[in-house]
């Protein structure tokens, strides 16, 4: 989607009759769109004046309108794959998992390869993965690639090996174990390869799809060489430009600049891996894991990280890196500090340079993160799954290490620009559930308000991919919206003991849905992306 649609396309439209969430007016109950932008916001009184003129009127009937969301991390083919085919997220025990593989296999005879993601051993009772012998006998000694959540290791079949010659010779291949580092990327390589054109842009769709019925605008895509393939990435940036759906940004994980200018990626970024994840163990930390006798490894230094800096500033590309591990972090700190020093730090700043996941916050890490303009693009849904005291952050890193991790609370203090997203398919699309995950965030003291996370989710996406006109629904803006079946709203804010809010119209703040846990979340009616409706919910 882009914003060169012909004027044809754009009717005005007047949405009159329940609450717009805007900062140019916290009272605002009507809001008129004309040719792809927000043209007025304000009150119902005065929405008289424009329903003579306006192509259409939408009666609220009560519902909220606010920005679309924004989802800063996605991989789009994978999380259709996902949605359509095999998925192991929620599988509690590990002979559930196998029979799910068990009944996929039987459905997809004709798939030369099968797919499928999800699983997470550290939720199983059973605490360890299928072996490659039960996977042998559960597909019928098929091929199968099978990701786990984090999607830094794979579980394979004898065959899937078979179809890549050398791949036991290769790091990240240790029998027994799941595959990971370079042994993972040569098999997944395989694996997508085997995905037909057809079959790959119907995922992209279903994907897109789903993503306009919860409310989210724009998603970026995080592809580059050894997550998918160029023929996909640029399938889709041309699918989303020449379909209805969602805005999609792209950016390609290289370090060869010219070749992610030539993609037509915002960026040689996203998820350029300067490390791997807490789940597979391949994070890198200054100190060994709880739970292994290693402390993972870095897939980038310092100099390597200034050389890749420098060169996406010279030409105008946002550079970013995947870092989780706070030695990872650092490698990731001291590297864009070096580019400042040689290129000024205000070009530095000035190029929005982002760090994907960026969990392992040290305070000082935080403090450079803002010294240096670096955008935090986070995922508050990993706290949500993997955080508390007993959860799998505990697990790898002891209960005192994994209470640092993701402090947004902090991020926010500092200055540093967030940008929410999901990594889908690692967790799932869920704009309301991630607002909900950062402002109930696991440990207190890194919890902020639904407010600033509701900002983090929209502006702050834009922000990120240096746009500041847009993701506020105020005159002029692009007219990415959502429209929302929710009860009352309030503003919330999180201190150091509980959550509290207030209803008071004094405040002058506009209110939000009341996001503490247990309540139900908003329900999306309709998406629009450049004043065209991508979505409707069927029955509205």
């Not at 606010?66 to 996605?74: G, I, Q």
């Amino acid at each position: 989607m882009s914003e060169s649609a012909t004027p044809a396309e754009h009717r005005t439209v007047l949405l009159r009759g329940g609450e717009v969430h805007s900062p140019a007016d916290p009272f605002a109950t009507a809001m008129v769109v004309e040719r792809g932008h927000i043209a007025w916001v304000g009150s119902e009184g005065a929405a008289d004046a424009f329903a003579p003129g306006v192509d259409e009127v939408i009666d609220l009937e009560g519902a909220l309108v606010t920005p679309a969301f924004v989802d800063a991390h996605v991989h789009t083919t994978a999380t259709g794959l996902a949605l359509t085919g095999l998925d192991l997220s929620s599988a509690a025990t590990l002979a559930e998992a196998a029979e799910r593989i068990r009944a996929y296999a039987g459905s997809r005879p004709a798939d030369r390869v099968l797919i499928g993601h999800g699983w997470d051993a550290s939720r199983w009772p059973e605490r360890r993965p299928l072996s490659r012998a039960e996977l042998d006998g559960l597909t019928g000694g098929r091929p199968l690639y099978l990701t786990r959540i984090d999607v830094h290791s794979a579980l394979v079949t004898t065959a899937m090996l078979d179809l890549v010659p050398g791949v036991r010779g290769r790091d990240g291949f240790r029998d027994g174990e799941p595959l990971t580092g370079e042994a993972h990327h040569a098999v997944r390589a395989a694996a997508y390869a085997s995905v037909s054109p057809g079959q790959r842009a119907e995922a992209q769709r279903a994907a897109l799809r789903h993503a306009t019925s919860l409310g989210i605008g724009t998603v970026h895509e995080c592809g580059g060489p050894d997550i998918s393939s160029e023929d996909d990435f640029t399938g889709l940036l041309k699918a989303a430009a020449d379909e209805p759906g969602p805005r999609v940004v792209g950016y390609w994980a290289d370090t060869d600049v010219e070749r992610a200018h030539a993609l037509g990626a915002a960026g040689a970024a996203g998820d350029l891996f300067a490390d791997g994840s807490l789940g597979s163990h391949t994070a890198c930390l200054h100190e060994p894991y709880a739970d292994a006798p290693h402390s993972g490894a870095a897939h980038l230094d310092a100099d390597a990280v200034a050389a890749h800096v420098t060169a996406c500033t010279e030409v105008g590309l946002q550079a970013g890196f995947h870092a989780i591990g706070d030695h990872a972090i650092g490698n990731v700190v001291a590297g864009v500090r070096s580019a400042a020093d040689a290129l000024g730090l205000a070009r530095i700043r000035a190029a929005r340079h982002r760090v994907e996941h960026a969990e392992m916050l040290t305070p000082e890490a935080v403090a450079a993160f803002a010294e240096l303009g670096l955008t935090a693009s986070v995922q508050p849904a990993f706290d949500a799954a993997w955080g508390g005291d007993t959860g799998m952050y505990a697990q790898r890193l002891g209960v005192e290490r994994a209470r640092t991790l993701n402090p947004y609370a902090a991020l926010l203090r500092a200055g540093v620009p967030l940008a929410f997203g999901s990594d889908s398919p690692v967790t799932p699309l869920d704009p309301w559930g991630t607002v909900r995950a950062a402002a109930f965030h696991r440990t207190p003291e890194h919890r902020i308000s639904v407010r600033a996370a509701f900002t983090a989710h929209t502006r702050g996406g834009w922000r990120a991919v240096g746009r500041d006109d847009a993701g506020t629904l105020v005159p002029g803006a692009p007219a990415d919206y959502a429209v929302w079946r929710t009860g009352e709203l309030v503003v919330q804010a999180p201190d150091d003991r509980v959550a509290r809010w207030s209803t008071d119209p004094r405040s002058g703040t506009p209110g939000l849905p009341d996001l503490t846990p247990g309540n139900t979340l908003p329900e999306c009616l309709r998406t629009v992306v450049f004043g065209q409706t991508v979505y409707v919910r069927p029955g509205e």
